[in-house]
Each structure stands twice: as C-alpha cells, then as structure tokens.
C-alpha cells in the first residue's frame, strides 16, 4: 500500500514554494533595478584605480542580489522558516536606494 498524504500535509510545502518563487522574483527585480541604478548614475573618475574600483562595486552591486538568494537557498536546506526570513531580511538590505533618490556626488 501507498502513503497517501492528506491535503493539510501538502499545504505548507505549497506555501513555502509560493513564497520562494515571489521572492526570487523580488530578487530578479533588484538585479535589474541595480543595473538600471549604475546606467542611471554613472561616476566619472580621473583616476585609472578608482574608476577600476568602482567599476568592480558596481559588478558586486548587480550580481548581490542573485548570491544572497542561491546562498541563502544553499545554506538553509531543511530550515524553511529561517530561509524564508533571511530572503526577506536580503530583499531588505539589498534595495537599491540609489535608482530611488538617485546618488549626490
């Protein structure tokens, strides 16, 4: 005979996917919204190692966002609820504020 789960069972896992796949939008949209802050905001520099330097934060600052989610996904295996907070608290942190009140320089 087969186990058969009740629908009460499966919910939380629906849930838990639901959640996950509207913040991994959230965090394709930060992505997007950094790239659109660095075109938007461009810094001219007269030093060859400051512009290297800020062109490096600015690969950091586009790519931030798609490590905090596979990092997160990687290390909370099994522990949904901490998952779930950490990719919330990393949708926090990682806004990108200057596409919002753009930079003063």
């Known amino acids: 005979m087969s186990e058969e789960q009740t629908p009460e069972a499966q919910t939380p896992v629906k849930a838990t996917t639901v959640v996950l ?3 991994g939008g959230v965090y394709l949209a930060e992505a997007v919204a950094w790239l659109f802050a660095v075109r938007v905001n461009p810094i001219v520099f ?11 934060t600015e ?9 905090w989610f596979l990092t997160t996904l990687a290390l909370t295996h099994g522990m949904p609820r901490r998952r779930i907070a950490f990719l919330a608290l990393g949708a926090v942190l990682l806004f990108p504020l200057p596409l919002v009140i753009g930079v003063v320089v």
């Open 46 to 56: 007269d030093d060859k190692f400051q512009e290297s330097v800020a062109r490096f």
């Open 21 to 23: 796949a509207v913040l």
């Open 59 to 67: 690969f950091f600052a586009i790519t931030a966002a798609p490590l």
